[in-house]
């Protein structure tokens, strides 16, 4: 298994456009996690799935942001318009049951000038 | 407000000596803690958990609930343990998981 797949690993662009960020999940994980991290606050929920549903997206910062899982393997954080504020690593993990060990993807770095 | 603090941003400590890094929890349900690490270039992965009480790489961490307190511990740091280190707390009443800003460890030669 090649584990929780990101895309891309690193995202520059400018202020104003639209970024899409990717993620699919390992094999047989019902849940899955949306993570933004951050030097000043660390590592912050914003939303996660369960079964390709949103349970809780209150970790979302603005309507700017949005996320969707049309079905078991697919996932995208999508930004738009971009900030640069926005600037951080954003990791997408998966996990089997809902308090099981979280497995991580390699993160995107985004960078929004 | 559920939180769980790392208080220490970076950790500095030489080969063989002991390390302590710091994890303070604010909930009011059952917790579950958990102690996620970071290696250069590498992804974020899973620790050790309480539960499992088990020793992983020559680290601990108890629960201590009177001190709300998930401290890791190793007697013996080695040069390998370098990494990004994450406490996370799992919360039963919302089923979330949230995490402490982080602790760098840097184990000089």
């Known amino acids: 298994d090649a584990g929780v797949i990101q895309s891309p690993r690193h995202e520059v662009t400018e202020m104003g456009q639209e970024v899409t960020l990717r993620c699919k999940p390992i094999s047989g994980h019902d849940y899955l996690f949306w993570y933004r991290q951050t030097m000043m606050r660390g590592l912050e929920l914003l939303i996660y799935?369960?079964?390709?549903?949103?349970?809780?997206d209150s970790g979302m910062p603005e309507d700017r942001f949005s996320a969707k899982m049309p079905n078991a393997s697919f996932s995208t954080l999508k930004i738009q318009p971009s900030e640069p504020r926005d600037s951080a690593v954003y990791f997408c993990?998966?996990?089997?049951?809902?308090?099981?060990?979280?497995?991580f993807g390699n993160g995107t770095r985004l960078t929004v000038t | 407000a559920q939180r769980v603090t790392q208080p220490e941003k970076l950790l500095s400590v030489f080969k063989g000596a002991p390390v302590e890094l710091k994890c303070n929890y604010s909930?009011?349900?059952?917790?579950?803690l958990f102690w996620y690490v970071q290696y250069s270039r590498q992804r974020l992965q899973l620790l050790l958990r309480?539960?499992s009480r088990e020793s992983i790489k020559g680290f601990t961490a108890d629960l201590n609930k009177g001190e709300t307190s998930f401290h890791l511990k190793k007697p013996f740091a080695q040069e390998e343990d370098s990494a990004m280190y994450y406490c996370?707390?799992?919360?039963?009443?919302?089923?979330?998981?949230?995490f402490g800003s982080g602790t760098r460890l840097l184990v000089r030669p």
């Open positions: 909930y009011s349900g059952s917790p579950e």
């Open positions: 799935f369960n079964n390709n549903v949103p349970i809780d």
């Open positions: 993990a998966s996990s089997r049951t809902a308090n099981s060990p979280l497995h």
């Open positions: 996370a707390l799992w919360m039963d009443s919302s089923y979330k998981l949230i």
């Open positions: 309480h539960i």
